[in-house]
């Protein structure tokens, strides 16, 4: 064969080209739906000219001609009709649609469902139904199969139950011949021991053997992308992101309208009992300072939170922790040292076991010994954020009524309800509801848009009904926004009545005996719906006799603000509520299902929408943010094996060649060669510490305070600054966008490379300010541009030139231009980025990464550059050799 021929294995026809002939089968027809949209709306006509010969016209084929164009106008409208119809099934918003809509009316809802039958009837669509469909014969044979064992099984089964109840009836008689049985014992709960969960259902046993599911597990499966089963997050199955499009509608949710909620059950919760004062010396010894008076006092008599960073005992940063304060019986009783009291530590499961050792090691060492328990299957939490979340949590929360009410408040059909008996246990104090006037300040919060305005960390503690007696939930009442009451609800917010005016009791929730009953007492659903079925059309069951209340405690997330995002509207606080696990999927349900006053219903979200949100509001997320902590390094272990490439060495690309993760051990290591391990799996640098938000708001305060800056204070002997990471929130200064594991730069110490970093710097920041003052007040630059020249000039060259500036300014250089600055060379190397893209609160590029210490303060220190200028950094995405230059400052909350 010689060399010019075509192999025989290739394609002989050749790809299609707009001007070749031959059709293309494998191209798709573009725009399809405009072409039947086009040809629904042409007509088709018949010309004159055959009804005219030699002048003269022939009435036969003019009157057929026009019954031709009648015909074709008569069919044009039918087409044109069906042409820009929509089936039922297409009306519905996409999260309502389904694959199979078009040959089930019952997926549509219920006011398309008459619709739905006409079209069907009208397009001839066959409809089978499942009960009617003809069985094949395999399916016969299975079902024949089925029937059997079925009989099988159920006589084996009624011999057993007979063999059952023989013996029961011999060991019956031989009790009533003794005594009387006697009552067993409570098992007693072993402290400084790890719990483990509770035994699941034998059909979902096998699917839970190294794994935990959350309560809402069956609701996320059916609507989120999950965990890997074979590799869950820190043994849990968690939801990651919805199935759906959700990413612009969750941040609408979250900051505009709406609300957005997390199952947050996955949070380990550790409680310790003692005296006050060696709970005190025992949280201290894990870095919580003890505050009195103001925001401490209040903290410490319950009714406040707390949001600290644990530290180690040798000063490294654990992780990030809300502190909780049982409320004592009374004030007076709060102000003694010497009472027993609980305080519960909530924490990120990552940091969980290295928290655990630290505060099971203090509580054996104090006298009198303080008694420490692991709280993680038996407290489970909802996260809800949004303008919405006050009237949603008001919406799905019915308050359980006092034992001395005349009826019930919850029922809006006015049923009396009998005196309530509490339930009691052996050994423990009868579990009576606390006051509603709790549940009646949350009521009357529903029109909050804002939890910000609220006191700051404030909780409520109280009970509340099954929600499944007021499911589906209804929408409340929300008083119209009028100047009065506009301001009773500031007023309320300022004055805070569980502050002032009502008794404090100790929450329920605090309580095990307590917890156990309120769990045991749920109905099961076919109660519920006996209870629901007995009360007349659109009223709600009351409380009966021997119902328990399931205690909640709420309490506001303070929002996680930082200097670049403080006037942003997604930087809002959000509500985090506490209750027993079994009883939380009917809150959940309720939640998702309360119609907001915007027309809406609360949306769910994962675990990437969470990080998201942290970084919109301009925080840090934990543990991906904090790589130098032992949770966040065995993140970024997690992400090097994700990252992993497949391909050989040989056949990668260029950014597949470098570190999967940040390269953590190139910056800080710089003898080694930094390369991971196998599977990227790179053993913890010794000696890497994460400086805390505290000190780092103290090292480098944000550039927009205005107080007389105070000399940086001393670092603790155990930081090491050559190995001490500090979390920044940067933003860029000129387009572009910082991705995963992008690297910052320093401004170059060369003295041209940096001046020329300098002048792209000013000419931004110039570009900026002009396009402000245009935004601001346009008739003031062409005022300016006016007066500063061209006096001389006449009138319409003046005003050419200054179309001319304001249409084509002088633009900074851009990135691939030859006069555009060159990236900085690994020496200047100070960070990386752990989280960043485009911010759609900031409408730019923005990240969240991590510096090392030395490296900046040398920079800050120099004194050759001002206190903006030293903020500066160049950012470079991997696989780019193009830097972005950006500004960061301290991430000063988690």
């Known amino acids: 064969m010689p060399p010019s021929a075509p192999h025989t294995l290739k394609r002989k026809q050749p790809a299609s080209t707009p001007s070749s002939s031959a059709p293309n089968k494998r191209a798709k027809p573009s725009h399809h739906h405009q ?25 036969d084929k003019y009157v057929k001609s026009r019954e031709y164009e009648i015909r074709a106008l008569e069919e044009g409208l039918q087409r044109s009709k069906k042409g820009l119809n929509q089936r039922a099934f297409q009306l519905v918003p996409k999260d309502l649609r389904r694959r199979t809509a078009s040959h089930n009316v019952k997926r549509v809802p219920q006011r398309l469902q008459e619709r739905g039958k006409r079209e069907m009837a009208d397009d001839k669509t066959p409809t089978v139904t499942a009960r009617r469909r003809k069985k094949s014969g395999p399916m016969r044979l299975r079902l024949e199969t089925v029937r059997k064992l079925r009989a099988l099984g159920s006589s084996k089964k009624q011999k057993k139950e007979d063999k059952k109840n023989e013996k029961n009836d011999k060991a019956s008689d031989s009790a009533a011949k003794t005594t009387q049985a006697i009552p067993t014992r409570r098992p007693k709960v072993k402290p400084a021991t790890l719990s483990r969960p509770s035994t699941p259902p034998a059909k979902f046993r096998k699917r839970q053997r190294h794994k935990s599911w959350l309560p809402t597990h069956l609701f996320h499966a059916k609507r989120a992308r999950m965990t890997i089963p074979s590799a869950p997050l820190w043994r849990f199955a968690i939801p990651l992101s919805p199935t759906a499009k959700s990413h612009r509608p969750t941040h609408r949710a979250r900051s505009e309208r709406g609300c957005v909620a997390w199952d947050m059950s996955y949070m380990a919760t550790i409680a310790l009992e003692g005296r006050e004062d060696r709970l005190l010396w025992a949280l201290k010894g894990v870095g919580v300072e003890e505050e009195r008076g103001g925001k401490g006092g209040k903290w410490i008599q319950g009714l406040r939170t707390r949001t600290v960073v644990l530290k180690a005992c040798e000063g490294g940063m654990l992780a990030p922790a809300t502190v909780i304060w049982c409320a004592p019986a009374s004030r007076a009783e709060s102000e003694k040292g010497e009472r027993v009291r609980q305080v519960w530590i909530r924490v990120h499961p990552a940091a969980f076991l290295q928290v655990w050792e630290e505060v099971v090691k203090l509580a054996k060492t104090a006298r009198p010994q303080v008694k420490v328990e692991d709280l993680r299957f038996e407290v489970g939490s909802i996260e809800i954020s949004g303008p919405g979340a006050t009237e949603a949590l008001a919406g799905a929360l019915w308050a359980f009524p006092a034992p001395d009410s005349n009826s019930s408040m919850a029922s809006n059909s006015g049923e009396k309800a009998s005196n309530l008996t509490a339930a009691t246990t052996n050994n423990t104090r009868p579990l009576v509801p606390i006051p509603t006037a709790l549940a009646e300040t949350l009521q009357a919060l529903a029109p909050l848009t804002n939890p910000s305005l609220l006191p700051g960390d404030a909780l409520l503690a109280f009970n509340i009904q099954d929600p499944r007696l007021h499911h589906p939930p209804r929408r409340r009442a929300i008083p119209a926004p009028t100047a009065e009451n506009q301001a009773a609800l500031l007023n309320l917010c300022a004055t805070w009545p569980p502050d002032i005016h009502l008794p404090i009791s100790p929450p329920q929730i605090f309580s095990r005996a307590a917890r156990q009953a309120a769990q045991r007492g749920l109905r099961s659903q076919k109660a519920i719906n006996r209870r629901r079925a007995l009360v007349g059309p659109g009223e709600v069951p009351g409380v009966q006799a021997g119902d328990t209340g399931v205690p909640v405690l709420l309490y506001t997330n303070s929002p996680n603000v930082s200097a670049v995002t403080s006037s942003s509207s997604s930087s809002s606080s959000s509500y985090t509520l506490l209750l027993p696990p079994k009883a939380l999927p009917a809150v959940w349900y309720s939640i998702m299902y309360t119609p907001l006053s915007t027309g809406q219903q609360p949306r769910f979200a994962g675990l990437d929408e969470l990080r998201w949100g942290a970084f919109e509001s301009g925080g840090a997320w934990f543990p991906g943010d904090f790589p130098g ?34 390269a953590w051990e190139k910056l800080l290591q710089p003898k080694d060669d930094g390369t991971p391990g196998k599977e990227g799996a790179a053993p913890r640098i010794s000696g890497l510490t994460q400086v805390p938000p505290a000190l780092a708001l103290k090292l480098f305060p944000h550039q927009h305070t205005t107080t007389k800056a105070s000399p ?3 670092l603790p002997p155990t930081l090491d600054p050559e190995k001490a990471l500090l979390a920044v929130h940067l933003t860029l200064l000129t387009r572009g966008v910082p991705n995963e594991r992008a690297n910052i730069y320093r401004l170059p110490r060369t003295q041209p490379r940096r001046d020329a970093w300098l002048a792209l710097y000013a000419a931004s920041r110039d570009q900026r300010s002009s396009r402000k003052r245009q935004h601001s007040n346009p008739n003031t630059t062409l005022r300016e541009a006016k007066e500063g020249g061209g006096s001389e000039l006449p009138e319409y060259i003046s005003n050419r030139r200054l179309a001319h500036s304001l249409l084509h300014p002088s633009p900074p250089p851009q990135a691939g231009e030859a006069n555009y600055p060159d990236c900085p060379c690994e020496e200047d190397l100070i960070g990386f980025i752990t989280t960043g893209g485009f911010s759609l609160a900031g409408g730019k590029g923005r990240g969240v990464g991590n510096l090392v210490l030395s490296k900046i303060r040398s920079a800050d220190g120099e004194g050759t550059e001002n206190r903006e200028s030293a903020r500066l950094c160049i950012v470079r995405n991997i696989g780019e050799k193009v830097g972005r230059l950006g500004a960061w400052e301290v991430v000063g909350a988690v």
Do not use: I, M, Y
Not at 35 to 59: N, P
């Open 629 to 662: 902590t032992e949770a966040g390094w065995a993140w970024e272990v997690g992400v090097r094996r994700a990252n992993q490439p497949v391909k050989p060495k040989a056949k990668q690309a260029k950014e597949q060649r470098e570190t999967p993760g940040c």
């Open 712 to 714: 940086p204070p001393a």
């Open 35 to 59: 072409q039947k949209r086009r040809d629904a709306r042409q007509l088709s006509t018949q010309t004159r000219t055959a009804a005219f010969h030699h002048g003269e016209l022939d009435v």
